[in-house]
């Protein structure tokens, strides 16, 4: 034990952490974290603590994890600056309604106001930007925090949150009998909120009375689950099914009523046509925000709305709607399926028929640029390679930038459920090393990959070393252009190709990687793709691409709007 003859604030710690299922978390050390630390040295609990190189991507690999295993990430960083540094992660993960615990030490709580050394009103600076935060300056209430906080993560729409935990604290006594947790709360989302009844009796009649409804499903019935209900409710419409770009893998996109994604990035005129001519836009798990509706044009804003969410701030603010139904998807889903059982004038939509011509459509003018031997090498040549050579069940970590909207629109992911991880919320760069190596940990028997532009790269290369010494055989590719290249793409299409401080030197990324022990290639003749992509795929350790590929603003990108 520590020296001390009570329970430790610090070893509560580990014991709650322990008490709500936790399995791995990922962080970085500090001086303000050394009771804490001491604590996970000393303690059996189970818990591997991976050390990261930095906070941000801590964060990062706590939000992948949480995605792909359906329990909140959890991770860790110092006072001062450790705390502004995880905090991107946070809130990417909150807007994402993904549920990570976020836990910053703090300076104690007797040298407030003295000028410390990292101090920072963390409980400030977290307030609007993560679900549910508070410092732990009470030792007594240690255990109701971190309880209040799965309690926050998992429940009505999951989020992030955070737990201050000063110094003083780390040491003082916690009553042992305060140590339990409420094993709901170990995976999200927990204790469902139901429709109403006459929600969905109201739903079930729009739709039994419409001629071309769509599905527009956003991250929602992914996180709760909802894939078999949303296929039960399309079946019996023949309705076709959209997803935005979080919300791939709501539907196999090769089942029949699976229209793919729409909106601004990775939406094709075909995809958007059969939106526009909807009669009934129903809205699952969907905010209808600025990407996924091309700026609020499409869907039309005459169109009859029906929008199911857990959030009901999210309901009606974009798109006047008819029937609001504030409940988990997967629930409502399951009511409205049952609903539309029970009646007999359904009328088929012809959703599989407007889905096929669509993706005809957009198959026809993807095939050429797939098997073009160009150089630079294109986009879609990758998305090609990459679909013959991976399994069905791996995972694809991208980044914004020009990974995003080639996967989006052009890798046909042939099964439900999560299998595309991308950082929507607010598109940082740099997202996807730190998410992958989170998926990895969570989900260890499928293969992993991490997509990034090279902008991404000098982002986020000090990971590798992270990669390396877990061993972790993630293959990492890097599409290499020299450039952040969706802001010249808007330089180029909407400020008369006035280029501006967008252009960097080229870096050799296989190189870099190599030096911290990823085994690497550098592609750039097409001919060699598909063989060198397929060995870095199947090579049991760390692997990286680097591919010297089209920039975005020369390619035929499917994006219809750089500035959304």
Same mark, same amino acid.
């Given at each position: ?12 710690? %580990? ?9 791995? /978390? @990922? ?15 000393? /303690? ?5 603590? &991976? ?47 993904? !549920? ?73 006594? %916690? ?104 009669? %009934?836009?129903? @809205? ?30 999210? &309901? ?24 539309? +059982? ?53 995972? %694809? ?5 020009? !990974?995003? !909207? ?7 992911? #042939?099964?439900?459920?999560?299998? @595309? ?5 607010? *598109? ?13 940990? *969570? ?8 997509? /990034? ?20 055989? &993630?293959?990492?590719?890097? @599409? ?10 808007? #330089?180029?299409?909407?400020?008369? #190709? ?39 795929? +199947? ?10 590929? =089209? =920039? ?5 990108? !499917? ?6």
């Amino acid at each position: 034990m520590s020296g001390t003859n009570y329970l430790t604030g610090a070893e509560a710690m %580990v014991r709650m952490l322990e008490a709500h299922g936790v399995k791995h /978390m @990922f962080g970085l050390c500090g001086d303000t974290t050394l009771p804490f630390y001491d604590a996970l040295a000393r /303690m059996d609990h189970g818990i591997q603590h &991976i050390l990261t190189r930095d906070e941000r991507h801590a964060a990062y690999m706590a939000d992948g994890y949480a995605r792909v295993t359906g329990r909140p990430g959890v991770c860790e960083g110092p006072s001062g600056g450790g705390a502004t540094y995880i905090l991107p992660g946070v809130i990417e993960a909150n807007e994402s309604s993904v !549920p990570i615990l976020a836990i910053t030490s703090d300076v104690a709580t007797s040298s407030r106001g003295k000028y410390p050394l990292t101090e920072l009103d963390q409980a400030s600076l977290f307030k609007p930007l993560s679900k549910w935060n508070t410092s732990l300056d009470d030792a007594t209430r240690l255990p109701a925090m971190v309880r209040a906080a799965f309690r926050a993560m998992t429940t009505g729409t999951p989020g992030a949150t955070h737990l201050a935990l000063p110094f003083d604290t780390q040491k003082a006594q %916690v009553d042992e009998a305060e140590i339990w947790a409420d094993a709901r709360h170990r995976s999200f989302p927990a204790e469902r909120a139901g429709p109403d009844q006459s929600d969905i009796d109201a739903a079930a009649e729009v739709l039994a009375k419409a001629k071309s409804a769509v599905v527009i499903c956003g991250g929602g019935p992914v996180l709760s689950g909802a894939t078999d209900a949303l296929r039960k409710v399309a079946a019996l419409l023949d309705m076709p099914v959209a997803t935005t770009v979080s919300g791939q893998g709501s539907i196999a996109e090769t089942d029949p009523l699976a229209l793919g994604v729409v909106g601004s990035n990775g939406g094709v005129p075909a995809t958007r046509a059969v939106v526009d001519a909807a009669d %009934v836009i129903l @809205f699952i798990g969907c905010r209808a925000g600025s990407v996924t509706t091309e700026r609020w044009r499409s869907p039309t804003r005459d169109v009859t709305v029906i929008h199911i969410d857990s959030d009901p701030m999210v &309901i009606g603010a974009n798109y006047q709607t008819e029937v609001a139904i504030c409940a988990d998807a997967r629930l409502a889903l399951e009511a409205l399926a049952d609903a539309l +059982e029970a009646r007999s004038d359904l009328a088929a939509q012809g959703g599989a028929a407007k889905a096929k011509a669509a993706w005809d459509a957009k198959l026809a003018a993807y095939a050429p640029l797939a098997a073009s031997q160009d150089t630079p090498i294109r986009p879609e040549a990758v998305m090609a390679a990459l679909m013959d050579i991976l399994d069905d069940d791996a995972i %694809v970590v991208a980044d914004p930038g020009t !990974p995003c !909207p080639y996967f989006s629109a052009h890798y046909r992911w #042939q099964k439900p459920g999560r299998q @595309f991880i991308t950082n929507r919320a607010h *598109g940082a760069l740099g997202y996807s090393l730190g998410a992958a190596m989170g998926a990895h940990v *969570g989900r260890p028997s499928v293969k992993t990959l991490a997509v /990034m532009g090279d902008g991404s790269f000098g982002f986020t290369c000090g990971e590798f070393e992270t990669m390396v010494r877990h061993k972790m055989p &993630i293959t990492s590719i890097v @599409f290499s252009n020299s450039v952040y290249g969706w802001i010249k793409a808007g #330089q180029d299409s909407g400020f008369g #190709q006035r280029y501006y401080n967008v252009d960097f030197n080229r870096t050799d990324h296989a190189a870099v990687a190599s030096a911290f022990g990823v085994k690497s290639w550098t592609v750039k003749d097409p001919a060699d793709l598909r063989r060198v992509l397929k060995e870095a795929v +199947e090579h049991d350790g760390p692997t990286l691409v680097d591919i010297h590929s =089209q =920039q975005l603003h020369e390619a035929a990108a !499917p994006v219809s709007e750089w500035v959304a």
